[in-house]
């Protein structure tokens, strides 16, 4: 894997007010078992979810598609500011580039802003693909926060019970 970006890389930011404590959103997203709640786009579920939250450290995430197919999506912690920054480097199956993600938690009147930079995407079909699931994965996080199970309105994608509540 490369450490430098493809030549033409295009970049993509996504941003969502969650109305949830910062310290609360960074912990959905840092907690595999959290994760694993919120996680895809529409019709795709996350069954399984790894992190070692330090850097150097490696996460994880399956991403079970509609077709039953499982997408794992990888890379290494590259700065860790809890609750408020997340770098990552961005590997979808086996790539032979890395991507690099950057999450910031902005705390804002009645919740967090959450801001995805997404950088070294290779191409526009890349990108509108991340744009998408970026978009579904931030549905499904604002429907957890709001005690909405993200399964009941995005079939396919695991959720919890009544009792089973966000961070």
Not at 40 to 60: F, N, Q, S
Not at 89 to 111: H, N
Request: aromatic share 8%.
């Amino acid at each position: 894997m490369s450490a430098h970006p493809p030549t033409g890389s295009v970049a993509l930011v996504v941003r969502r007010t969650i109305r949830a404590a910062t310290p609360r959103v960074f912990a959905a997203w840092t907690r595999p078992e959290h994760l694993m709640r919120w996680w895809g786009p529409e019709g795709v579920r996350c069954p399984a979810a790894e992190v070692d939250l330090r850097v150097g450290g490696r996460y994880r995430i399956a991403n079970r598609m509609p077709d039953g197919q499982t997408v794992w999506i990888s890379g290494a912690f590259e700065r860790i500011e809890p609750p408020r920054l997340l770098v990552y480097s961005w590997v979808v199956g086996d790539a032979p580039q890395a991507e690099r993600v950057t999450v910031r938690f902005e705390p804002v009147e009645g919740g967090t802003e959450v801001i995805v930079v997404h950088e070294h995407i290779p191409d526009a079909p890349t990108r509108a693909s991340h744009r998408h699931g970026w978009v579904g994965c931030l549905d499904g996080l604002q429907a957890v926060f709001d005690g909405a199970d993200p399964g009941a309105s995005a079939p396919g994608r695991a959720g919890g019970d009544s009792s089973d509540r966000a961070p």
